[in-house]
């Protein structure tokens, strides 16, 4: 399966704090591949559907879901139609799942982290959507991320040549991927994307507010759906600043704001996304999203990825509890460092 690159470091305590936070994951880890716990249509068929309200008249997108899926954001090379059929859609997952299942050499670096299938963590063991989509991208119709723009290029190198110049990602703890050192991670959003494990959400709705908890780190994000104006531009949070309204039975959230920090495929802090939520099933809501960054790319771009009913509650996510964990991957970090210099020592067996 695919692990993360880690250094030898990631010791025992590490692999225990996460792996009780996975055990807890409510996203139901016995189902196997062949039986999915949920399916999302791509398309919903029969009568239309009428979604349940919310008190005060709202539709009623609360619950427990999950954006776990083998779609891919970007249509991959070589396929050139935006639906497969079914047979094509499962051969597809198959082999996914497949590659997430396949172990590591014992003793190598990689073989330190945690078996994700051994703790039920692998995609086919839970609940996750399916599609016949062959890329959550379907416009620009090609599937893909347009391109960079001239600015967007620019800010890519300088924060290629800031990494290089601060030094390997486990030489300081500054240099760390943000989600190593558990302060926000992708499934957060917006958008929200498929954080490979424990992809669950519980949407909360109340007068004036919807509420999205992010099973990941358990971010919430708070939406006003009062019409109140977005704070002025200084004002900037890790996950933007979001502001709702319903359009008939679907919530619309527009979010900007963004510090930048946790830039969403590189994009700049000025970034905007529209999302939209429409529950089209007792069991699914489609969620499209919209990106629209003209200092990052040549032209806005949209997405379709569903989400799907799953089981609740959810539990905290105890990503390395009271930081252990980054000291033991710094000083692992350190004992990697001294073992290579003592092999450059050694004389030359030539």
């Not at 427990?64 to 139609?81: A, D, H, I, M, Q």
Request: proline share 8%; net charge neutral.
């Amino acid at each position: 399966m695919r692990h993360r690159t880690l250094v030898s470091a990631l010791i025992v305590s590490v692999v225990i704090a996460i792996a009780m936070a996975a055990t807890s994951s409510v996203s139901g880890q016995s189902a196997p591949l062949e039986k999915p716990r949920a399916v999302a249509k791509a398309v919903p068929t029969g009568k239309p559907y009428t979604p349940p309200k919310t008190p005060d008249g709202q539709p009623d997108l609360q619950g427990f879901w999950t954006n776990s899926t083998y779609v891919p954001l970007e249509r991959p090379n070589g396929v050139t139609k935006e639906f497969y059929n079914k047979e094509e859609a499962e051969a597809a997952m198959k082999r996914s799942a497949e590659r997430e299942a396949e172990q590591t050499e014992p003793g190598t670096t990689a073989d330190v982290h945690y078996d994700f299938t051994q703790f039920g963590l692998d995609r086919s063991q839970s609940t996750f959507a399916t599609s016949l989509r062959t890329s959550q991208i379907y416009d620009p119709p090609d599937g893909k991320v347009p391109p960079l723009t001239a600015e967007g290029q620019k800010r890519q190198q300088e924060r290629a040549a800031a990494r290089k110049q601060a030094g390997g990602q486990y030489d300081d703890v500054k240099n760390m991927p943000i989600g190593s050192r558990c302060i926000i991670m992708g499934g957060a959003g917006p958008p929200l994307q498929n954080a490979g494990y424990n992809a669950n959400y519980q949407i909360v709705q109340g007068a004036g507010y919807v509420m999205i908890l992010t099973e990941m780190i358990h971010d919430a994000r708070i939406i006003p759906i009062d019409n109140r104006p977005a704070p002025p531009s200084g004002v900037r949070q890790w996950t933007g600043i979001s502001r709702g309204h319903y359009e008939g039975n679907t919530l619309v959230v527009e979010t900007t704001n963004f510090n930048g920090k946790n830039p969403f495929r590189n994009g700049s802090e000025n970034m905007k996304v529209t999302e939209r939520f429409t529950r089209i099933a007792d069991d699914a809501i489609e969620y499209k999203f919209t990106i629209d960054d003209p200092a990052t790319w040549t032209k806005s771009f949209s997405a379709d990825l569903p989400l799907v009913k799953t089981d609740g509650p959810i539990f905290e996510f105890a990503c390395h509890e009271t930081n252990f964990g980054i000291a033991n991957i710094l000083a692992g970090a350190r004992e990697d460092d001294k073992k290579a210099a003592e092999q450059k020592k050694k004389p030359s067996s030539n």
